[in-house]
């Protein structure tokens, strides 16, 4: 059975102006603070995605709400190079540091980072084999208008490939794993990155009204995707969710 949000909760404000103030204020700390949090398994998660959802050579890759680039500096290692990727967001101070990361990996003529909107991408329907998003889609203000433009973009045979944080299932883990969550977790982050719009306890929050398991499956089918199929990761703590866009890739 899934576990829903309370429905007293306030709704999240997931207003483009708030989140990208939000980030764009924790851009300095963003990548130390993922791997701390989460114990460095970030890092696994996204090798996954790759392994899952494999690179193929010479057909375009795009990673929405890139970030720092993780994902797609993650691709263009899985693809050797061989593989041109478009790494999209629409906080720049976020880009900045995806550029400096790039460079570091001499990936910069290869990963191109753009100043964008995953609700209103500025590229062609039918452009890339792979569409991805990680820990990205639920800051997106409308998550189907989101979900709507990656499976435009994507070619017909195309993956779109959706990694984001779930809700262990379990008494005993999901009540540990919540109390770390919605407790911990906001304290952490603000010691480490003060920031004055509250972005680590937006984090649980946001997750916990984000549709997840069965939901975000029967979602992503509803907007065309075929073959959706869910990986839970690491007990449930994060989701990886595949789909195809109907079609064969030419």
């Given at each position: 059975?899934?576990?829903?949000?309370?429905?007293?909760?306030?709704?999240?404000?997931?207003?483009?102006?708030?989140?990208?103030?939000?980030?764009?204020?924790?851009?300095?700390?963003y990548d130390l603070?993922?791997?701390?949090?989460?114990?460095?398994i970030d890092r696994s998660w996204r090798r996954f995605t790759?392994?899952?959802?494999?690179?193929?050579?010479?057909l375009p890759i795009l990673d929405c709400c890139t970030g720092t680039g993780d994902l797609a500096l993650e691709y263009?290692?899985?693809?050797?190079?061989?593989?041109?990727?478009?790494?999209?967001?629409?906080?720049?101070?976020?880009?900045v540091r995806g550029l400096s990361k790039a460079g570091k990996a001499k990936a910069s003529d290869r990963v191109i980072l753009v100043e964008a909107d995953t609700q209103a991408l500025p590229v062609s329907s039918d452009t890339f084999g792979?569409?991805?998003?990680?820990?990205?889609?639920?800051n997106v203000s409308d998550t189907v208008r989101g979900i709507d433009e990656m499976v435009r973009v994507a070619l017909?045979?195309?993956?779109?490939?959706?990694?984001?944080?779930?809700?262990?299932?379990?008494?005993?883990?999901?009540?540990?794993?919540?109390?770390?969550?919605?407790?911990?977790?906001?304290?952490?982050?603000?010691?480490?990155?003060?920031n004055r719009h509250d972005a680590y306890s937006y984090l649980p929050a946001s997750v916990m009204q984000f549709p997840d398991g069965k939901e975000m499956v029967d979602l992503l089918t509803s907007?065309?995707?075929?073959?959706?199929?869910?990986?839970?990761?690491?007990?449930?703590?994060?989701?990886?969710?595949?789909?195809?866009?109907p079609g064969s890739l030419r």
């Open positions: 059975m899934n576990v829903v949000a309370d429905p007293v909760s306030p709704q999240v404000d997931k207003s483009g102006r708030r989140v990208r103030a939000m980030f764009a204020s924790i851009a300095g700390r603070l993922n791997h701390l949090l989460s114990l460095n790759t392994r899952t959802v494999p690179p193929i050579e010479g263009d290692k899985a693809s050797k190079g061989k593989c041109p990727i478009v790494a999209t967001d629409f906080c720049r101070p976020m880009l792979i569409v991805t998003v990680a820990f990205g889609l639920r017909p045979g195309g993956k779109v490939a959706i990694l984001e944080f779930s809700r262990p299932r379990g008494r005993l883990l999901g009540g540990f794993y919540l109390f770390f969550f919605k407790r911990i977790l906001p304290r952490l982050g603000q010691a480490i990155a003060p907007r065309g995707l075929g073959g959706v199929k869910a990986h839970p990761l690491t007990f449930g703590i994060a989701t990886l969710y595949v789909g195809t866009k």
